[in-house]
């Protein structure tokens, strides 16, 4: 259904690692950290072992602590919930907005309390989020806004690089991701201190890097100033980074363009909604969701066992965290949510997908219609 664009270049790339000696963390994560965070406009990067990784720093450097709350969407992969209970914190689940499917100024509002800390505001899909509303209702108060960009790499916001005006922003380079490097992830922040900090925590809390003591001419010897953990990204990994980062217009315009005619096609059938660009921005399309109106004539988990049968590899669409076990406990009053995770599903998007491979797809849908 989603297939990353990997080729001879992302071979090569590795291949090279693998002959210099050095594939820890080293000098192409060095490489990675600061091409990405100039492609999306921000000050610093941070390489991760994951997106889930780098949003738990991301609480970290935003002072988060236990007995403190956390707002996010339920509307999203599990990890972004998971992370504030990493960082010993509670969830508080907020709505989002029908069209994008995003959490709004409005939303969070609604799930605010004294002991809100910070939010974290996922880029859902690829649809950037319209984070200056979101700020204009936190960043008064002295809440954090951490935006959740894993799906987000190539996005557009208000004519800028989506996350470029985060104040801590996290990453994926998963395979379902864009821009893949296996798996992996970067933390993007304007300031040097909170990346210095976030570099030192990411790689146990030591004070000096293993390239920075292999490099220098005199011995180093490291302390440990602070507990931290293991959430490095490999030379590896980062040497593939590049090269994906070279690739990434070209994979945008060829899903915008597939995007465009699923939208075209599934026009034909009535009631569908699809995943569309915002008014204040522009999506990469990292997954093309559709929603089934309420009177469809089959229901959401129906329809993808009659794609299952005619070989169409489609998905449910985007979860939601509070009707999950992990989140039994938690209370959550979110109607727009519900109806997103029941009613939607993700259709095939990929680099090499064809016009006939399209037309399957919505020919499959149109019939139970």
Same mark, same amino acid.
């Given at each position: 259904?989603?297939?990353p664009?990997?080729?001879?270049e992302e071979a090569?790339?590795a291949?090279e690692?693998? @002959? !210099?000696?050095w #594939?820890a963390?080293?000098p192409r994560?060095?490489?990675? %950290? !600061?091409a $990405?965070a100039a492609? &999306?406009?921000?000050?610093?990067?941070?390489?991760t072992?994951?997106c889930?990784t780098?949003?738990?720093l991301?609480?970290?450097?935003?002072?988060?602590?236990?007995?403190?709350e &956390? &707002?996010?969407?339920?509307?999203? $992969?599990?990890a972004?919930a998971?992370v504030?209970r =990493?960082?010993?914190?509670e969830?508080?689940?907020?709505?989002v907005?029908? #069209?994008?499917g995003?959490?709004?100024g409005?939303?969070? %509002?609604?799930?605010?309390?004294?002991?809100t800390?910070?939010?974290?505001a996922v880029?859902?899909a690829?649809?950037?989020?319209?984070?200056?509303?979101v700020?204009?209702?936190?960043?008064?108060?002295?809440?954090?806004?951490?935006?959740?960009a894993?799906c987000?790499a190539g996005? #557009?916001?208000?004519?800028r690089?989506?996350?470029?005006?985060a104040?801590?922003a996290a990453?994926s380079? =998963?395979?379902?991701?864009?821009?893949t490097?296996?798996?992996g992830?970067?933390l993007?922040l304007p300031?040097?201190? @909170?990346?210095?900090r976030a570099?030192?925590?990411r790689e =146990?809390?030591?004070s000096?890097?293993?390239?920075?003591? =292999?490099?220098?001419?005199?011995v180093?010897? %490291?302390s440990y100033d %602070?507990t931290?953990f293991?959430?490095r990204?490999t030379?590896?990994?980062?040497?593939?980074g590049?090269?994906?980062?070279?690739r990434?217009?070209?994979?945008?315009?060829?899903?915008?363009a597939?995007a465009a005619r699923?939208?075209?096609l599934?026009?034909?059938i009535p009631?569908?909604?699809?995943?569309?660009?915002?008014?204040h921005?522009?999506?990469?399309?990292?997954?093309f969701w559709i929603?089934?109106?309420d009177?469809?004539?089959?229901?959401r988990d129906d329809?993808?066992?009659r794609m299952?049968?005619?070989?169409?590899?489609a998905r449910?669409?985007?979860?939601?965290?509070?009707?999950?076990p992990?989140?039994?406990? &938690?209370?959550?009053d979110?109607?727009?949510t519900d109806?997103?995770?029941?009613?939607?599903?993700i259709l095939?998007? $990929?680099h090499e997908?064809?016009?006939?491979q399209?037309d @399957?797809?919505v020919?499959?849908?149109? !019939?139970?219609?």
């Open positions: 259904m989603i297939k664009v990997l080729g001879e090569a790339a291949a690692v693998v @002959r !210099s000696g #594939v963390q080293g994560v060095a490489e990675f %950290e !600061s $990405f492609r &999306v406009a921000a000050g610093h990067g941070v390489a072992s994951s889930t780098a949003l738990h991301a609480l970290l450097l935003a002072g988060v602590r236990p007995g403190d &956390v &707002v996010v969407p339920s509307l999203s $992969f599990i972004t998971n504030v =990493h960082a010993g914190a969830v508080v689940f907020a709505d907005d029908p #069209v994008t995003n959490v709004t409005k939303t969070v %509002e609604a799930a605010l309390t004294g002991r800390r910070a939010v974290i880029d859902q690829g649809v950037p989020v319209d984070l200056d509303g700020r204009a209702l936190c960043d008064p108060r002295g809440i954090t806004v951490i935006e959740d894993a987000a996005s #557009v916001y208000r004519d690089p989506a996350g470029a005006g104040e801590l990453w380079f =998963h395979p379902r991701k864009l821009l490097t296996g798996e992830g970067m993007t300031d040097a201190e @909170r990346a210095r570099r030192r925590l =146990h809390g030591m000096a890097s293993a390239a920075e003591r =292999h490099a220098g001419a005199q180093v010897i %490291e %602070e931290g293991n959430y990204m030379d590896l990994q980062a040497a593939v590049l090269v994906q980062l070279a990434l217009d070209a994979i945008i315009g060829r899903r915008r597939l699923y939208q075209r599934l026009a034909e009631g569908i909604a699809c995943v569309r660009d915002p008014a921005g522009r999506t990469n399309y990292q997954s929603l089934l109106p009177d469809f004539p089959v229901g329809l993808l066992r299952l049968a005619a070989g169409v590899s449910r669409g985007i979860m939601a965290a509070h009707r999950e992990a989140y039994a406990g &938690v209370r959550a979110l109607p727009v109806r997103f995770t029941t009613r939607s599903l095939p998007l $990929f997908m064809t016009a006939e399209q @399957r797809v020919e499959t849908i149109a !019939s139970a219609s």
